[in-house]
């Protein structure tokens, strides 16, 4: 793990990447990471994210500039601005049940090649997957879904980057650090070694790449 | 009584003690206010919470503990937060009992559409496909017609939001199950006629010998 500042973390980021942002309607987002997205004028992002936010909020802020040309998520409907650029054909957007997002998302992160899921069987979602029957069920095949960078907000995390979440600002933060090839996070609070017990570590360090610092 | 209140106090009956429950947003996220007293039921948060509590007081909301519209909430003494591969575990595994979701059109055989009108509406299913599919009991909470228009319909034109039929269907003039994959009038509001819900369905309605009226 590699302390860095938020200008410097995205910074790496070429335009054209895929990034996967953690939370859920802007909340357990790492702003400080996506204010910078802004002012660096990243463009031509790849979004993975669950939903849209709204706008000048969340990953919402990506939107108001026009920065996202692809995305999968599972809900854009509170942002009126991705829906008219999905509507005008000006970005790209898969929209894919939630259940569906996640478990592709930790498949690319556990070296699974995909998941069997019953959720959108008869539905249009089969729209050209792969279906197959087993013990009398019918499930698609999901693939893997992986992404160059994860941006991830933690609660806590330590010098040696082992994170921890709180309440409902944990929900894809801990699956996206494991599914992308540079995984950088923000935290509410960086403490010392040991202040996170070690039952209590959901994000162990060695994942992560790039702690920001505060200040 | 106005027609939400309606739905939400009949389907509340619906309850037991130790369920687990997911509530949908709009009509099913009013059932919580009509839990019969002395029941304790759990209810999820899809983004990551089980026992959801009350909106909190002025000032005492918590930034990062929201509903699944990003609304502050409060949690209940004994709640559990999680990450969403876990709380689409419960879902989809059939770990819910309950799921109460709003709905745009059900058919004759059950079959929930939900989630989208090609060309007008696009918003993503969000949680809702998984909801349907895995949870133990599929209840929808909505009003019984849209602009005098059936929105209990012979077959959905509508994208359909599972394969998998509903159990219940409870509106501001009926409730309805499907006992034999058949659509069947179970009760009526009260004051209503079998023919006057009947006058207003589109879909054909199996109707026993006896629908009483919803007692709430």
């Known amino acids: 793990m590699k302390p860095v500042s938020a200008e410097e973390a995205i910074a790496m980021i070429p335009n054209g990447a895929s990034i996967m942002v953690g939370g859920f309607m802007g909340v357990g987002t790492p702003d400080r990471l996506l204010d910078e997205l802004v002012r660096q004028k990243k463009?031509?992002?790849?979004?993975?994210?669950?939903?849209?936010?709204?706008?000048?909020?969340?990953?919402?802020k990506l939107f108001d500039g026009g920065q996202v040309t692809n995305m999968i998520g599972t809900h854009i409907g509170l942002n009126p601005k991705a829906q008219q650029q999905m509507l005008g054909k000006q970005i790209t957007v898969d929209l894919i049940p939630q259940g569906t997002f996640v478990e592709r998302i930790r498949a690319g992160g556990c070296g699974l090649g995909g998941v069997l899921t019953p959720t959108g069987v008869g539905t249009l979602v089969e729209g050209g997957k792969q279906k197959i029957d087993m013990n009398g069920k019918s499930y698609l095949i999901e693939t893997a879904l992986r992404a160059d960078f994860a941006l991830v907000h933690a609660f806590l995390a330590d010098y040696i980057g082992n994170l921890a979440y709180a309440l409902t600002a944990r929900n894809f933060n801990p699956v996206m650090a494991m599914a992308a090839d540079t995984v950088i996070v923000t935290a509410e609070n960086i403490v010392p070694v040991g202040v996170i017990a070690p039952d209590h570590v959901v994000t162990p360090g060695p994942l992560v790449d790039y702690l920001v610092a505060n200040g | 009584m106005d027609a939400q209140t309606l739905i939400a106090r009949r389907v509340a009956q619906e309850l037991r003690s130790g369920n687990l429950v997911n509530l949908g947003i709009g009509i099913p996220t009013l059932v919580a206010n009509y839990v019969p007293q002395g029941l304790a039921v759990f209810f999820q948060s899809e983004n990551g919470l089980i026992g959801t509590g009350p909106i909190p007081e002025q000032g005492m909301a918590h930034p990062l503990l929201t509903d699944a519209g990003g609304r502050p909430i409060s949690a209940l003494p004994g709640a559990a937060t999680f990450d969403s591969a876990m709380s689409f575990g419960l879902i989809r595994?059939?770990?819910?009992?309950?799921t109460v979701l709003g709905g745009l059109q059900v058919d004759a055989g059950g079959h929930l559409a939900n989630w989208m009108?090609?060309?007008?509406?696009?918003?993503?299913?969000?949680?809702?496909?998984?909801?349907?599919?895995?949870?133990?009991?599929v209840i929808v909470a909505m009003q019984h017609a849209a602009k005098g228009k059936s929105k209990i319909v012979a077959e959905c034109n509508l994208p359909l939001t599972s394969a998998r039929p509903v159990d219940l269907v409870v509106t501001d003039m009926a409730v309805?199950?499907?006992?034999?994959?058949?659509?069947?009038?179970?009760e009526t509001a009260p004051g209503l006629k079998v023919a006057e819900v009947l006058a207003v369905t589109e879909a054909e309605l199996a109707i026993?010998?006896?629908v009483p009226e919803m007692k709430l």
């Open chain 2, 117 to 137: 009108i090609p060309g007008k509406m696009v918003p993503g299913m969000g949680g809702a496909m998984d909801l349907v599919t895995g949870a133990k009991r």
């Open chain 2, 176 to 186: 309805i199950a499907f006992p034999g994959g058949k659509a069947t009038l179970m």
């Open chain 2, 93 to 98: 595994g059939g770990h819910v009992d309950i």
């Open chain 2, 208 to 210: 026993p010998d006896k």
């Open chain 1, 43 to 60: 463009s031509g992002l790849f979004l993975i994210s669950n939903d849209a936010a709204v706008p000048g909020k969340g990953v919402g």
